[in-house]
Structure formats: C-alpha cells, structure tokens
C-alpha cells in the first residue's frame, strides 16, 4: 500500500506554477494578469479575435513570464514552439517583444537601438510579420522595421549605446516600402540617413551582409538585442541557412538574450539545435554554481 503523495507546499506550487503556467483563456487576460501595456492590449483587442489559438493560449503565458517578476529580471525562458502554420504563431511572438519593448522604454534605460531581432525565411514571410507588427505598436512608442536592400546595421554612440540603420542615400529616395511610421530619417557622417528601430525584422542573409560588411568573422555584436526570434526555425536550420542563423545568434551577445524557435514541424535539426543548447545552458549554470 502506497502512502498518499503529500500535498504540495506553498514553495513548490508556486515553482509549478512558474514552470508551467495557465493558459491563456482570454485575451483580456493580456491586461488584467500580465500586465502588458494597455495601448498594446487595446491593440489586440482592435484586431477583433474573440480566443486565443492554442499556440497563443500556450506560449504567451511562457513568453510573458511570470508578471510578479520586477522589469530587471524577467524571467521568461527560451522557447522552441511546434504548432501548424497558420495557427497564429505571429501574434503569440510579436505581443511579448513588443511588451518588453515598451517595459524596457519606460525603465529609462540609456540604451537606445535594436532590441529585438526577428528572422523569417523569406522576405514575404518578413513583410508579413513587419504588417502585423505595425497594428499592435500603434501608439506605444516601438518601432518595427523590415530589412531593406541598401540598409545597414551600424553601431553609434553619441548618444548611449545604439544600433541604427542607416540608409545608402539613392535607395532611400522614393523607396516603395518606405517606412511609414519612421520619423523623419536622420543623417549620418556620411550624410547617409539613418533609422532607429527598436525591432528589425530581416531573412538571414541580409542581416549577415550588413554585419559583415568589412568581411570580418565573427560578425559585428547587436549588443542590445534581448529578444531573438526565430521564425520557421525548420528552415532557418536547414543548410542553405544554418550557418547564418548561427552567426545571427552568436551576434546577439546580451546576457540577457532569450531566444524563441518556431516551427511548424519538429525536425530532427531544430530538436538537435534545442538539445545541445538546453545541454550548453545547463553546463554554464553548473560551471556558474561551481564557482
Ligand atoms: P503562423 O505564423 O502560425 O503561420 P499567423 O500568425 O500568420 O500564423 O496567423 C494566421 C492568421 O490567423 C493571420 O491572418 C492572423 O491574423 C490570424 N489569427 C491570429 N490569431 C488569431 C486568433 N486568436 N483568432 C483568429 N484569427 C487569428
């Protein structure tokens, strides 16, 4: 005869809690449990769905972390998401970047630049993310920006720590996809104008030119970069991208960084990529506790 399990204690139902947290049941719940900015959660609500997807309802409660935890130490983990395309993987991405964003914005941090960077296979793929992001900033003082041709990630300091995108000045004239929301472009040295972002949304090679414009290897840092997304991930880390996903990620040198995959399908590449990073983690942690 087994004894009964005791019942958990108050330490361990909140640990529980932390690790697997509810689901999102309604979208409201954006505002009253996590505290998301409320221009954001109006955003969302503007977009007019009535329930979370399961995707949604699973990982942004995970991506959020845990809302009692203070700005400095949010605790959300890395992330790999499987879920069908089409099932509103976007969304359940884009609302925790842009809440930290906006977190990050009111800490009055002196560090201005990129602070997320969002990778999709395609260009379309990015448009497309670049849209929906569009709608949910809206009034909340992030700037989301689709990588062009002719732009490049430079590093500034003249006022705090920043990445810019500055513009080679031909292409920038009349460009189709102009920015809307982008103010009015400043100018650099070279008389090049120059946009600050807080999201740079970017295929891999793009962004892999522009942070290896002198041909150095490793490619320049993005110091600020708290937030890695990957979209597609399956194909990301296929071969034709790998490599550069990799130089992105290893670009992304903030303690900080969390990283996200999200993929419609559990491929043996992306399982492997998530292992040896889960085994790296848990080394470093132990290497820290040994210390
Ligand atoms: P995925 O990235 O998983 O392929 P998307 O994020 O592109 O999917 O979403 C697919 C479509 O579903 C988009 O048109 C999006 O606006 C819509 N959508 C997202 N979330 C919801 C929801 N909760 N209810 C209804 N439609 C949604």
Not at 15 to 30: D, G, H, I, T
Not at 80 to 88: D, E, I, Q, R, Y
Not at 93 to 109: A, E, G, M
Not at 163 to 191: F, I
Request: aromatic share 2%; net charge negative; hydrophobic share 35%.
């Amino acid at each position: 005869n087994e004894e009964p399990a005791a019942p958990l204690s108050k330490k361990e139902m909140k640990r529980a809690r932390r690790m697997y947290p509810q689901p999102l049941v309604s979208f409201k719940e954006l505002r009253s449990r996590y505290k998301i900015s409320s221009r954001l959660a109006e955003n969302v609500a503007g977009q007019g769905f009535t329930v979370p997807t399961e995707v949604q309802l699973g990982s942004l409660p995970l991506m959020l972390g845990d809302p009692s935890v203070s700005t400095a130490e949010i605790s959300e983990p890395d992330l790999l998401v499987v879920a069908p395309t089409g099932s509103g993987k976007s969304l359940s991405f884009l609302i925790p970047v842009i809440n930290k964003i906006v977190r990050h914005h009111h800490s009055q941090s002196e560090e201005h630049g990129i602070l997320s960077v969002i990778v999709a296979p395609t260009k379309e793929l990015a448009s497309q993310i670049v849209n929906e992001g569009r709608k949910l900033v809206a009034g909340t003082g992030v700037k989301i920006t689709l990588m062009r041709k002719g732009m490049r990630v430079v590093e500034r300091s003249d006022d705090g720590e920043t990445n810019v995108l500055e513009e080679e000045a031909e292409e920038s004239a009349g460009s189709e996809d102009e920015d809307e929301e982008d103010d009015k472009p400043k100018k650099s040295q070279n008389n090049a104008p120059v946009t600050k972002s807080d999201i740079l949304v970017t295929t891999p090679l793009m962004l892999v030119n522009s942070l290896s414009a002198n041909q150095t290897k490793p490619l320049a840092h993005l110091p600020l970069v708290r937030s890695l997304v990957l979209d597609e991930a399956d194909v990301l880390l296929d071969p034709l991208f790998r490599e550069q996903t990799l130089d992105i990620w290893r670009s992304c040198v903030h303690p900080d960084l969390r990283v996200s995959l999200w993929s419609a399908t559990m491929g043996s590449n992306v399982e492997d990529l998530t292992r040896s990073t889960i085994k790296e983690r848990l080394e470093n942690i132990e290497q820290k506790s040994t210390t």
